[in-house]
């Protein structure tokens, strides 16, 4: 009987790819053959990456080990593999599909390069001071964001701009609690005045 969860799943208009618990990579194709493939640590993340045709001919996976493995769309086969410090890859992001280029973020709020023409294949680019929800690059900025904070930062880890909805949050948590307050302490101050009696009008005849 299989048991396996799915965990990460991924939809593009050539097919479907999902990612089960124990490392087992399946690719459900639109129109073709199923293919499987199995990598050695629980997919984390998923991204696809369009080829020279505008199609989607390659599958970004990070995992739970700190690796990265690229595959081919639809055969599945590996072309590249990466490993990284850090713990989990929380997130991928293209460079450049040309060379392939890759900006990986891992459990730990390190921020990777990767890919075949990288020095030494993986060069730690800076740290961000927590776990890293999501990044992208976008005019030579690398946005992070991390829970309810955001964060820009260029190549060298310098940071460009920084917002953190949590303070928003608080700000607009207090405004409703100081309505809330009013609005009680004005039903209150109705209830402790006395209504006026209504005196009952003579009847005319």
């Not at 280029?101 to 740290?127: H, M, N, Y």
């Not at 953190?164 to 409703?176: L, P, S």
Request: with cysteine.
């Amino acid at each position: 009987m299989n048991n396996r969860v799915v965990v990460r799943s991924l939809v593009t208009p050539e097919g479907n790819l999902v990612a089960m618990d124990d490392g087992t990579i399946v690719w459900r194709p639109t129109n073709g053959i199923r293919r499987q493939i199995k990598i050695d640590a629980i997919a984390t993340v998923l991204l696809a990456i369009k080829g020279p045709h505008h199609t989607y001919d390659t599958v970004g996976i990070g995992d739970s080990n700190g690796g990265i493995t690229l595959l081919s769309l639809p055969l599945l086969q590996v072309i590249e593999r990466f490993s990284v410090q850090g713990g989990i890859v929380r997130s991928l992001c293209v460079v450049s599909s040309a060379v392939s280029k890759f900006l990986a973020a891992t459990q730990d709020g390190t921020v990777w390069l990767i890919g075949p023409e990288v020095p030494s294949r993986t060069v730690q680019l800076f740290c961000h001071n927590a776990p890293i929800t999501s990044l992208r690059l976008e005019e030579e900025m690398i946005h992070i964001q991390s829970g309810w904070n955001r964060r820009t930062y260029d190549w060298t880890g310098t940071t460009q701009y920084e917002f953190n909805h949590a303070e928003e949050f608080e700000v607009r948590a207090e405004k409703r609690a100081n309505r809330r307050a009013r609005i009680l302490e004005s039903q209150q101050r109705s209830s402790d005045t006395k209504q006026p009696l209504m005196l009952d009008l003579p009847a005319l005849a």
